[in-house]
């Protein structure tokens, strides 16, 4: 049986979805599955980036307004 996974680009889900991967590379770390040293920091950093995104759009919906400094 295949599993299909649909995530609307541009929406929570999407970031839900891709912190979702980058927490099971995580585990695999933790773990002791071990990853090419590059793809470890570029998980590392696609996390961070997902994580502030988040943060911003949360920010965004409080304060109702379309940019945030």
Known sequence: MEV???VTKGTIE????ALGET????DDRVAG?????VDSKKLEKQG??????MMVGE???EDGSKTVD
Do not use: P
């Open 4 to 6: 299909v996974r649909l």
């Open 14 to 17: 999407e970031d839900i979805h």
């Open 23 to 26: 927490k099971l590379a995580l």
């Open 33 to 37: 599955v071990t990853t090419d040293e």
């Open 48 to 53: 961070e980036r997902l994580i502030e995104q």
């Open 59 to 61: 920010i965004k919906r």
